[in-house]
């Protein structure tokens, strides 16, 4: 059954709506692929330029080339940016076109649900990739360890932690207090597979955890 939204002599399909809503954000999440945040920590850095765009969209004073102007010009100001590809500068004109325009179809007391949709599903997409991504890392990790340890008697004695178990190892940052109080064998042990993970090609993984507290 479709889903309508009656405001005066407008009927709204929400339905449709919703099509569109999910459109923008496959749109803004392909984008977002070439977009190291700087912490995974805050929605801010994950969502990168999208936030501003969301905010701008509704005030009817931005065109497609404008914004997209805009959200480039926050993209290369992230000092981790390396650049920007086709298809990732495509995928982000393509989102705010399409964003525009559902802005301009809808009334202007729905506006604000339309973004939350877009913002918030987009959020969540993106956040799910990032905890995916880090619990992977995670395994790679500890597959890194149980290959020079073999044991967790002897990855114990290393770091000088009795209740060490390789299930339960986690990566930190530089700036973590963790790794502050870590012994020398750990802080080694973290160094070398960040290393590891350099030579794979992984350096935004490795930017995203130096960077947390």
């Known amino acids: 059954m479709r889903n309508f939204i009656f405001s005066n002599v407008e009927q709204?399909?929400?339905?449709?709506?919703?099509?569109?809503?999910?459109?923008?954000r496959i749109a803004f999440d392909t984008y977002l692929n070439s977009y190291p945040a700087k912490t995974a920590r805050t929605k801010h850095s994950i969502m990168g330029p999208i936030g501003k765009i969301l905010q701008h969209?509704?005030?009817?004073?931005?065109?497609?080339?404008?914004?997209?102007?805009?959200?480039l010009n926050i993209h290369m100001m992230n000092t981790q940016v390396k650049g920007i590809t086709d298809?990732?500068?495509?995928?982000?004109?393509k989102g705010i076109e399409k964003l525009i325009s559902l802005i301009k179809e809808?009334?202007?007391?729905?506006?604000?649900?339309?973004?939350?949709?877009?913002?918030?599903g987009l959020y969540y997409q993106r956040?799910?990739?990032?905890?995916?991504?880090?619990?992977?890392?995670?395994?790679e990790f500890i597959n890194f360890l149980k290959e020079k340890y073999k044991t967790e008697d002897a990855l114990?004695?290393?770091?000088?932690?009795?209740n060490a178990?390789?299930?339960?190892?986690?990566?930190?940052?530089?700036?973590?207090?963790?790794?502050?109080?870590?012994?020398?064998a750990k802080k080694n042990d973290i160094k070398a597979f960040w290393e590891y993970l350099k030579a794979k090609g992984k350096?935004?993984?490795i930017e995203t955890i130096s960077e947390e507290e």
Do not use: C, H
């Open 203 to 205: 350096e935004e993984i």
């Open 156 to 162: 114990q004695k290393a770091w000088e932690e009795n």
């Open 87 to 93: 298809e990732s500068r495509g995928a982000l004109e």
């Open 57 to 71: 969209a509704k005030s009817g004073k931005w065109d497609v080339k404008s914004l997209s102007g805009y959200a």
């Open 127 to 139: 956040r799910k990739k990032e905890m995916e991504s880090r619990e992977k890392t995670r395994l």
């Open 106 to 120: 809808v009334p202007v007391n729905i506006q604000d649900k339309v973004i939350d949709l877009i913002d918030y």
């Open 12 to 24: 709204i399909n929400m339905d449709e709506i919703k099509i569109k809503v999910e459109e923008i």
């Open 165 to 184: 178990k390789f299930e339960d190892v986690y990566l930190f940052g530089p700036k973590s207090p963790t790794f502050k109080r870590a012994s020398q």
